[in-house]
């Protein structure tokens, strides 16, 4: 099983730039979420999803939106990079009071 | 006041030793609890679930505490595969995951 996969696993972006970060699940989990890890930091929530259509924002939404038209998919959008988006991105997804499930994460630099 | 606090640590103790570090939270509405693994900021990984009976998986040992607020972990017979660092995670009545910051433990041989 795959189980959540994100892409890509690496992505040098220049300041100003625009980019998609990947996410799917093939567990069939109503619940998905994005966080960022910052170097010495825990997971902070962006955004996350309870269903199909239906997002909200978490602890830092600034400078990025999401949409979730299927089930599977979540994708994660930066807008203008900026230095501080520089950080690990990991997509998670789960059926809401339960364990959640990672994908390997996403090493974003912003330069 | 965070959601989620942990004690970062570290914690650095010899193979064999026991070490046991906490974790509260601000949520009394939290409805299931659980500790992950991460190493070098790699996904993090389930450890175990955290039982309100308190539960055991081999060396590992995890208790909540609802009344102060806490849930706790104890490594018995350290192992050198042990060192990582700790997230605690609660998952309150709305579903968004809270994360600690997580406590660092480092086994040396």
């Known amino acids: 099983n795959a189980g959540v996969t994100q892409t890509p696993k690496f992505r040098i972006l220049k300041i100003g730039q625009s980019m998609t970060l990947q996410c799917t699940q093939d567990m069939n989990h109503n619940y998905m979420y994005w966080y960022r890890q910052d170097p010495g930091m825990g997971l902070k929530l962006i955004y996350y999803s309870v269903g199909a259509g239906i997002t909200d924002k978490g602890e830092v939404p600034n400078g990025y939106n999401v949409s979730r038209s299927t089930t599977e998919d979540f994708p994660l959008r930066l807008e203008l990079a900026a230095p501080s988006q520089t950080s690990v991105y990991f997509c998670?997804?789960?059926?809401?009071?339960?364990?959640?499930?990672f994908g390997q994460g996403t090493r974003l630099t912003v330069v | 006041r965070k959601e989620v606090e942990q004690d970062p640590g570290p914690f650095n103790v010899p193979e064999g030793a026991t070490v046991a570090f906490n974790c509260t939270y601000s949520?009394?509405?939290?409805?299931?609890f659980f500790w992950y693994r991460q190493d070098c900021r790699k996904e993090p990984k389930l450890l175990m679930s955290?039982?309100?009976s308190g539960n055991e998986d081999g060396r590992f040992t995890a208790q909540l505490n609802r009344a102060s607020q806490y849930i706790s972990l104890l490594i018995r017979d350290s192992k050198l595969s042990d060192s990582a660092t700790y997230l605690c995670v609660v998952n309150p009545y709305d579903y968004k995951l809270s994360f600690g910051a997580g406590t660092t433990v480092t086994v040396r041989a």
């Open positions: 955290v039982y309100s």
């Open positions: 998670a997804s789960n059926t809401g009071n339960t364990e959640a499930f």
């Open positions: 949520n009394s509405a939290s409805q299931s």
